[in-house]
């Protein structure tokens, strides 16, 4: 069982994403004066007085919406049937809209608490302006000022009493965390979606749809997995400006955050500098990571190979990363992520015994020349261990410095021997200062 859902709902840009904000007493949600930063409904969890609950965070709800407000206002609905409690948002600076009162027409015919937060209340004397709000069916609305936290601690304690015993959360499971990143408009939102089973995200053809993380838990393989859709990332973080720098932001956090990565990129556009400056981050933070060649099903057989040769060439970085071929369009190749995430999970947490190391060291280091101490000697290696996985990070305790060159040559034979697929390899040389043995 999850935790009681709180669903916060209103038309565009009356403050549901500072109200959000308010209410788990941190920033998560984005808030920009533009107006539809929000378009995928997302969830935090929150307490007060000790009663656990989920605040979901929705875009705005038009209900004539037409293409992608149309789409999102899909997304507020669904968030609605799952709620156990609504927050009805509306501007009290404006009044009832014909908007809001379509919102609240739809919102009649669901048997589902309704709370009306009248925002942008500042003071005692702009509360006797929001009785005409009462119109909308859901009596009295609560004066709230989600800004300034005005009427905050009221609501919370409504939230509190209505939500409690609705439903307890089980004994967590710590699910394996995945990260779908990407450029905008590779399908990032469409893989995640099928990876789900659910329309989840939301999926268009305009590029950067998705303005924030998006994270839901499924199941894949027989395996629980919690994936997480990421905003397209097309330019370097100083460089984005209002949403994209939030959106940009929370993307490269939930690389750093997650165990498994998966590199999408679209096989027709093939691998791009900014591919390469994604796959850069990825291996920088140390996350197992699996390359989804998309939208595979438009690629011409002639070119195929080519387009894969080409694509570990300019990652050529992560070599250890897989390949997988695949078309969430037409869900082609999808059925292969799964064993490839198991596999490079289980070499990012793979823990080698001492013993074997050392073994496989002494016919390893035979063969490549390490460099020399500062007495012109050659460099020894007296023995190593492996430190640490996730990921897998080896202790080399030598008499003298390793080149670079030397640690490569290393790091090649040790994935010969024992794998190591879909994770990066770390070694850290620790100088004994004395002529190994």
Avoid: C
């Amino acid at each position: 069982m999850s935790r009681p859902l709180v669903a916060v709902v209103g038309r565009a840009n009356v403050g549901k994403s500072t109200l959000v904000n308010r209410l788990l007493g941190r920033r998560e949600a984005i808030e920009h004066p533009e107006s539809g930063v929000t378009r995928d409904r997302r969830a935090y969890d929150a307490e007060w007085n000790g009663v656990p609950f989920s605040v979901v965070d929705t875009g705005g709800w038009e209900p004539r919406a037409k293409g992608l407000t149309a789409k999102v206002a899909e997304q507020a609905a669904r968030a609605v049937r799952e709620a156990e409690l609504i927050l009805f948002v509306v501007d009290a600076e404006t009044g009832a809209t014909n908007d809001d009162l379509a919102v609240a027409r739809s919102l009649r015919t669901i048997e589902i608490p309704v709370v009306v937060v009248a925002n942008k209340v500042d003071s005692a004397a702009r509360e006797r302006e929001i009785g005409g709000l009462q119109r909308l069916g859901f009596g009295e609305p609560l004066p709230i000022s989600a800004l300034h936290g005005r009427g905050a601690g009221e609501l919370l304690d409504i939230v509190a009493a209505t939500v409690k015993g609705t439903r307890s959360r089980e004994t967590e499971r710590k699910e394996v965390s995945v990260a779908i990143a990407g450029r905008p408009n590779v399908g990032k939102s469409s893989l995640f979606n099928r990876l789900v089973g659910d329309e989840r995200s939301i999926v268009h053809d305009v590029p950067g749809t998705t303005r924030d993380t998006v994270d839901t838990i499924a199941e894949l393989g027989g395996k629980r997995y919690r994936f997480v859709d990421t905003a397209g990332m097309r330019r370097r973080t100083r460089d984005a400006k209002g949403p994209e720098y939030y959106g940009l932001v929370r993307s490269l956090r939930a690389i750093d955050e997650v165990d498994v990565v998966l590199i999408v990129i679209d096989a027709n556009e093939r691998a791009t500098e900014q591919d390469q400056k994604i796959a850069a981050r990825v291996a920088e933070s140390g996350r197992a990571a699996v390359i989804v060649l998309n939208k595979w099903d438009l690629v011409d057989a002639e070119y195929a190979d080519a387009i894969a040769d080409d694509t570990r060439e300019m990652l050529r970085f992560i070599p250890w990363a897989p390949i997988v071929r695949t078309s969430a369009k037409t869900k082609r190749g999808v059925n292969k992520i799964a064993p490839e995430l198991e596999a490079a999970l289980s070499s990012w947490q793979k823990r080698v015994p001492t013993a074997a190391l050392n073994a496989w060291l002494r016919d390893a280091t035979e063969l490549v020349p390490l460099g020399s101490t500062t007495r012109s000697r050659p460099t020894r290696i007296k023995y190593m261990t492996q430190a640490s996985t996730r990921p897998p990070t080896f202790a080399l305790f030598a008499s003298g410095s390793i080149t670079a060159p030397a640690l490569r040559a290393l790091e090649r034979r040790l994935r010969e021997r024992f794998g190591f697929e879909g994770t990066p390899v770390r070694f850290a040389v620790r100088k004994s200062g004395k002529r190994a043995v």
